[in-house]
C-alpha cells in the first residue's frame, strides 16, 4: 500500500513539457508528489509520464476514467505500466466498473512486482455547485451525493474517493477511517479561484481529515512556485 509523508500534489497541468519538467526538478523536494493529469496525457503520453517519473517521486495518473467495465479494466491495466501511485476513476461509473478497476490494479501490481495504487473514485467535481448538480438533474446537496458515491465507491474496493474540502467531514461520518480522502479546490487565502467552485486554504482543508492534497495554478501560475509550495508546506506542516 502507498503512503505519502508529504501530503501536499501538485498539479502539473499543461502542455508544454519543457515547462512540466522544469517545475517537476524546481518542486520535486518540496512537495509529496505530482499530479499528470488528461492536459499533460493528452500532450505527452506516456512518454511524458516517464519523463517525470525519473525524478522518483510518487506520481498520481489523474486521467478519471469512466466507461464499462472491461473498457476501464483495460485502461487500467495498460497504465500501470507507468508505476501510478495513485489512479482515477468516476464514481458514477457504477460498482462493476469500479471493482474491475481495482481488481485490475490489484492483479497487475502482483504481476509488475510494484506496489498496488491508490484506486480512487471522483465524486462531485469541485468545480460544480449546487446549482450545477440541479441542471443535471442530480437531486441532492452537494454532500449528500458525496456520501453516496463515496459509500458505494468503498463498497466496490476502492481505496479512497475525490471530494471537495467541505465534504470531508461528511464523507468520513459514512466510510471508514481508512478511506483515503484526495482533496483539490485547495486555494491559499488571498488566491484566486479560477474555475473552482467548493474551495478552502489548504490547512482548513488537512485540519477537517484530507489525506492528500493537490494544489495545481496556486503554485505552478504564482511567480516564485517553489516559494509557493513552499508557504503551503509550511502552512500545514504542524498539524
Ligand atoms: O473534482 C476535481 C477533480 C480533479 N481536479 C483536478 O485537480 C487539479 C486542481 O488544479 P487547480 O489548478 O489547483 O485548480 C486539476 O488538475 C484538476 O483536474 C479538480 O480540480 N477537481
Redesign the pocket.
Known amino acids: 500500500m502507498q503512503r505519502f509523508t508529504n501530503p501536499l500534489f501538485c ?1 502539473l ?1 499543461t502542455g508544454d513539457l519543457a515547462q512540466a519538467i522544469h517545475l517537476a526538478d524546481s518542486l520535486k523536494d518540496v512537495v509529496g508528489g505530482f ?1 499528470l ?2 492536459e499533460f496525457f493528452c500532450a505527452h503520453g506516456p512518454h511524458g509520464v516517464e519523463e517525470i517519473a525519473r525524478r522518483d517521486i510518487p506520481l498520481f495518473i ?1 486521467l478519471k476514467f469512466h466507461d464499462i467495465p472491461n473498457t476501464v479494466a483495460g485502461a487500467v491495466r495498460s497504465v500501470m505500466r507507468l508505476n501510478p501511485a495513485i489512479l482515477t476513476v468516476h464514481a458514477a461509473g457504477g460498482a462493476d466498473m469500479m471493482r474491475a478497476a481495482a481488481d485490475t490494479a490489484a492483479d497487475e501490481a502482483s504481476r509488475l512486482g510494484i506496489k498496488v495504487p491508490w484506486i480512487v473514485g ?1 465524486t462531485v ?3 460544480l455547485d449546487a446549482g450545477d448538480l440541479d441542471v443535471l438533474g442530480i437531486e441532492g446537496s452537494t454532500h449528500k451525493v458525496v456520501a453516496r458515491l463515496a459509500r458505494l465507491a468503498e463498497k466496490s474496493g476502492l481505496d479512497g474517493v ?1 471530494c ?1 474540502p467541505h465534504e470531508i467531514s461528511t464523507t468520513r461520518s459514512v466510510a471508514g477511517r481508512h478511506l483515503k480522502l484526495v482533496v ?3 486555494r491559499p487565502r488571498g488566491s484566486d479561484s ?1 474555475d ?1 467552485k467548493r474551495v478552502m486554504t489548504p490547512k482548513e482543508a488537512i485540519e477537517n481529515g484530507a489525506t492528500v492534497i ?5 503554485i505552478t501560475r504564482a511567480s516564485d512556485p517553489v516559494g509557493a509550495a513552499r508557504s503551503i508546506v509550511n502552512s500545514i506542516s504542524d498539524l
Open positions: 498539479a497541468d499530479k493529469g488528461l489523474d471522483v467535481l469541485t468545480s475525490v471537495a483539490p479546490g485547495i479560477d473552482q493537490i494544489v495545481g495554478r496556486p
